[in-house]
């Protein structure tokens, strides 16, 4: 079962600075790819609209916003190489249009993170995005987008993780949810 992307299971509230910008993202990627509206102008709308704004039981949504913006900006102008890379790891007869909307903006996110954020650990951004897809989905949908993560992140990070591999995983800083340097 899919919700609207505009809401979501769990309070949002909650969640870390960071972990909110990447839930927004992926509904700001949604929202640009259901209405056309450019990177720039949801940018600006998330800012000016949601970000720190009540919900209805008085909580704000503090996310990261330069991260957030980085995301959204990254994902379209990268998006080729993204959906090149996402597109190596389905099935055969799978295409990136047959994929859920919201999940494939999850998948371009996170995507994104894997190939050009090289300051967030590939074991963080797959927890991210898989706690991402279970906000949205009660099905196999998080399976298929940790399996789909981690294999573009053996692609593009692969001794990363044969490192992280080797060292037992890498430490997460529960302050930022960020690896710990």
Known sequence: MKPDAGSVKGPAANRLPRSA??????????QMELTGVGAEAVIRQFRDHRFGVEDEDGRAMEADEAFFADVVRGVVASQKEIDRRITEHLAAN????????ILRASLRAGGFELIARADVSAKTILNEYVDVAHAFFDGDEPAFMNAALDAIAKDVRGAELALASD??????SPESGETAA
């Open 167 to 172: 060292e037992g995983g890498a430490a997460l």
């Open 94 to 101: 799978w295409k990136l249009t047959r994929i859920d909307s």
């Open 21 to 30: 910008a990447r839930l927004a993202a992926v509904q700001a990627l949604y």
